[in-house]
């Protein structure tokens, strides 16, 4: 089994529309969470952080629910330039390796 | 500011044929990963570095595989021989205190 598991989509939804991506992991000792975007044939950039509280960044916004052991990111009022594939990723503390979920793709349609 | 540099962007090579990817990492950085992104696996670590240092070569295949950081501004990643299954992208990332990590834009690699 995979340290973190995502639905790989592809979601298509039409602009304007609110998507939701889960993303659950199995080491219950992950302390960091992230969610990171891929554009098409592009390197993987940082998006945004997910704290315990929640946090929000504009139309995204990333929750972590540690009992159930799973992350959400929430993209409200979806742009075309949002398609993109989305990957979930969890790490210990500090600067040890991070894991990558294979990604959610997702495509925004006109 | 100058971001993670990756050579070659893309290589293509016959099996057998040994390949060296190289990177440079964000100056300052002292955390160095190398990742290989393929459609069945997705992203991989093969090998990290802190302050030079290998700390975790285990997602490696170390019969083929070596990785190297000479100095701090440097890497390299060799295949020797290379396989067709080697046939990926592979991403130089780094890091400097925190977690967040920044990626080049990675070295396509097909072994033919």
């Known amino acids: 089994r995979k340290e973190v598991e995502q639905d790989p989509g592809p979601f298509n939804v039409p602009e304007g529309a609110t998507v939701a991506f889960n993303c659950t992991y199995s080491n219950s000792a992950s302390q960091s969470f992230f969610w990171y975007r891929q554009d098409c044939r592009k390197e993987p950039k940082l998006l945004m952080s997910v704290y315990s509280s929640g946090n929000e960044d504009g139309r995204f916004t990333a929750q972590l629910n540690r009992a159930s052991q799973y992350i959400s990111l929430l993209i409200r009022d979806s742009k075309l330039s949002d398609s993109a594939t989305y990957l979930c990723v969890g790490g210990l503390t500090g600067n040890t390796p991070l894991v990558f979920g294979k990604g959610t793709r997702l495509s925004v349609i006109a | 500011d100058a971001g993670v540099i990756q050579s070659p962007r893309h290589e293509v090579t016959e099996m057998g044929q040994e390949v060296t990817l190289r990177c440079k990492p964000i100056s300052g950085h002292d955390y160095l990963f190398w990742y290989r992104q393929t459609m069945m696996q997705g992203l991989e670590l093969l090998v990290y570095?802190?302050?030079?240092?290998?700390?975790?070569d285990s997602g490696m295949p170390k019969d083929r595989f070596s990785a190297k950081m000479p100095n701090a501004s440097f890497s390299t990643l060799k295949i020797q021989p290379s396989e067709p299954r080697d046939s990926a992208v592979y991403f130089c990332a780094s890091s400097l205190a925190g977690p967040e990590q920044y990626f080049g834009p990675g070295t396509r690699l097909t072994v033919t």
């Open positions: 570095f802190n302050n030079k240092a290998v700390m975790d």
